[in-house]
């Protein structure tokens, strides 16, 4: 596609229930990253992916947070038993991996609310 | 892990004039640093590259330093518009990780 898509744009949920993001990135990038940032703060890394490489997980901040990506294009991003602090802006960005000059290209998010 | 320090409080400048933003690293020297634009409610956008080689770069209106000594990027906007107004966020690559790790940003307010 011409840039990052990402869904639901907004999701409300309430504490405990299981919600899945998704993200669709721009055709022909290999590499595929989830960060999260919380109202008037930075961007906090989740996960990353390359190609068929094992995903490096070090950011997702608990067993509850799990994510895939499918035939190296859609990922999911999974919480499972939401609770209030997962409330944020998750945000995907993709890129061409050696090819530092063209950074990355974010979608616009998806705002949770755990309510 | 690297850590990254913008100044927290918005800079407010006039219309034409020039914006400088300040990004910190107080870790190794990364390779390279990356600076984005975010507007409310929407991803960041990349703007520049800099490497660890190169004392300067410019595209524009934007024009990016990169000093190693002092372990500092500079942003600067010439003859800067109301339309940039924005938060400006600064990114290293994380030390053994590609993924890049963000500042918190700072938001510029050009006043018309």
């Known amino acids: 596609g011409a840039g990052v898509s990402q869904s639901p744009s907004n999701k409300v949920t309430e504490k405990g229930k299981d919600v899945e993001l998704r993200c669709d990135p721009i055709?022909?990038?290999?590499?595929l990253y989830w960060y999260r940032q919380s109202l008037g703060q930075g961007l906090e890394f989740l996960i990353y992916?390359?190609?068929?490489?094992?995903?490096?997980k070090s950011g997702l901040p608990s067993d509850r947070f799990s994510a895939e990506r499918t035939g190296g294009s859609v990922s999911t991003l999974t919480i499972q038993r939401t609770q209030q602090e997962d409330s944020a802006v998750y945000l995907c960005?993709?890129?061409?991996?050696?090819?530092?000059?063209?950074?990355?290209?974010f979608g616009s998010g998806t705002r949770l609310t755990v309510v | 892990s690297q850590k990254i320090e913008q100044n927290s409080e918005a800079l407010n400048i006039q219309e034409g004039k020039t914006a400088t933003l300040t990004c910190n690293y107080t870790?190794?020297?990364?390779?390279?640093l990356q600076w984005y634009r975010q507007d409310p409610g929407r991803g960041p956008v990349f703007l520049l590259l800099?490497?660890?080689?190169?004392k300067e770069k410019r595209k524009e209106r934007l024009k990016v330093t990169f000093d190693t000594t002092l372990k500092q990027s500079l942003f600067h906007i010439t003859a800067s518009q109301p339309a940039d107004s924005a938060t400006y966020l600064c990114?290293?690559?994380?030390?053994?990780?590609?993924?890049?790790?963000f500042g918190s940003g700072t938001r510029l307010q050009v006043q018309p």
């Open positions: 960005a993709s890129s061409l991996v050696g090819r530092d000059d063209y950074g990355y290209t």
């Open positions: 055709s022909g990038h290999t590499a």
């Open positions: 992916f390359q190609g068929n490489s094992a995903p490096d």
């Open positions: 870790n190794y020297s990364p390779a390279y």
């Open positions: 800099i490497r660890e080689n190169e």
């Open positions: 990114a290293p690559p994380e030390g053994g990780r590609r993924a890049l790790t």
